[in-house]
């Protein structure tokens, strides 16, 4: 096994939205992963491994056992040498005691990931996360909709679902609870989104958290221990990293927004809009021209697709953006 997928099997072992596909245990994983792996067959052979080790080897949280470690690992490698001839219809070479003894430890690393990684958290958590350039919608057990940008990553606990945590970025509509006046809430590194029912957007890039408000009216309890609302069509930002607080009405001149995957500008600087891209399909931008960096965007742009979205930004401002080692190249195309 080379590098590259032992690298790419040590992020599915990590990952608890794969354990869950593999255990079959989220109906929201098991959607992303059936999808993920129709539109990535290169990379079936990894991600059905990763699964027999999942389901073959039972992690306990008191330390793993040689022996019994072993054990099962012999069972999960004879799984593997299984669909492996059956699918190529070719025999099985046998593994020498030393490619096993290799294994075995490469397994033990492995497992002591994942069973730090698991019995970190607790045992009714529930977490969705998305890589670079995904968009997921979630329906929360309570009814709320949740539409999780790229390279964003929202939990909560089975026995409260309305008490959710978000690194990254979402649109939120949460649905009330008439009956038992319930609140929703959404927890960041720089605040608390005290909700009952309504439809806004939360950020927590770049070190802050931005909340715009679309519908209904929204408490903020920042970390710093002020209490803001908000009504529809305005804008907080805050960082408890510089404590900078700012309040903006709906009519705050230079606005950025994410909207269920579109982005909405109102005279953002080319600069900021790169940013934004570089976040959701985490490919930085390199300006050719400086001078392109403050040229404005004010519009609606779909950002699910990256082709789709760079024409769009070329058209508009009249450049052209090259993808070349792993960044994104902006030229005057005038």
Request: glycine share 6%.
């Amino acid at each position: 096994m080379d590098e590259a997928t032992q690298a790419f099997l040590e992020k599915l072992l990590s990952d608890s939205s794969f354990r869950n596909w593999a255990k079959n245990s989220n109906e929201n994983d098991v959607a992303f992963w059936n999808t993920w792996i129709k539109d990535n067959p290169d990379k079936i052979d990894v991600v059905y491994n990763a699964k027999d080790i999942v389901l073959g080897i039972a992690f306990q949280p008191h330390g793993v056992d040689e022996t019994h470690m072993n054990k099962e690992l012999d069972a999960v490698l004879g799984q593997i040498q299984k669909r492996a001839q059956a699918r190529d219809g070719k025999p099985v070479i046998q593994l020498s005691k030393t490619v096993k003894r290799v294994a075995s430890l490469a397994a033990v690393g492995l497992i002591l990931m994942v069973v730090a990684l698991n019995f970190s958290r607790t045992s009714d958590e529930i977490v969705h996360k998305t890589g670079f350039g995904e968009v997921i919608n979630l329906k929360l057990p309570d009814g709320t909709s949740v539409v999780l940008n790229g390279n964003s990553e929202i939990r909560y606990g089975k026995k409260n679902t309305r008490d959710v945590t978000l690194k990254g970025e979402a649109y939120f509509k949460v649905k009330p609870q008439n009956e038992t006046r319930a609140k929703f809430w959404v927890n960041t590194e720089d605040l608390r989104v005290e909700v009952y029912g309504t439809q806004f957007h939360v950020n927590t890039r770049d070190s802050k958290t931005d909340v715009t408000l679309d519908e209904g009216s929204i408490n903020l309890l920042l970390k710093n221990g002020i209490a803001k609302k908000m009504l529809p069509g305005e804008y907080v930002s805050y960082s408890n990293v510089d404590k900078v607080v700012l309040h903006e009405g709906a009519e705050k001149p230079n606005t950025y927004l994410w909207r269920e995957g579109t982005y909405v500008f109102n005279n953002i600087s080319l600069k900021e809009v790169m940013k934004h891209l570089g976040h959701t399909y985490g490919l930085p931008a390199e300006f050719m021209d400086k001078t392109l960096e403050g040229k404005t965007l004010t519009g609606g742009i779909p950002n699910e697709n990256l082709k789709i979205c760079l024409s769009a930004i070329e058209k508009t401002t009249g450049t052209r953006i090259v993808q070349q080692d792993n960044k994104l190249i902006i030229y005057n195309d005038q």
